[in-house]
């Protein structure tokens, strides 16, 4: 069983600006020594010859390769478009800037 103690947890509590309960003290030096005690179980068996790992399973990349295609001209990009300037959309102004 962890050390943990229910002064402990009050004093966090009072640092970190939390108002608890005594009940609420009593349950939380109860969950944080098993929190406690469970890392200290992980701590045991992570030896120096245990790789460290993030996920279970290696994971690798899903996505596809870039590949250069034909796109699209600047005359087809806007041929639909309701108003243009040049080679852009034209969009009404939302800020008053020019």
Excluded: C, W, Y
Excluded at 15 to 30: G, K, V
Excluded at 38 to 44: C, T
Excluded at 45 to 50: F, K
Aim: glycine fraction near 4%; avoid cysteine.
């Amino acid at each position: 069983m962890s050390e943990i103690t229910a002064e402990q947890v009050a004093h966090l509590a009072n640092l970190a600006r939390i108002d608890l309960s005594s009940a609420e003290i009593d349950r939380l030096t109860i969950e944080l020594g098993q929190i406690v005690d469970s890392v200290a179980k992980v701590a045991e068996v992570a030896t120096p010859d245990v790789p460290a790992t993030s996920h279970p399973m290696p994971l690798t990349n899903v996505f596809r390769d870039d590949v250069v295609v034909p796109s699209l001209t600047v005359d087809q990009a806007l041929s639909g478009a309701p108003d243009r300037a040049g080679d852009k959309f034209r969009v009404p102004a939302i800020l008053d800037e020019e």
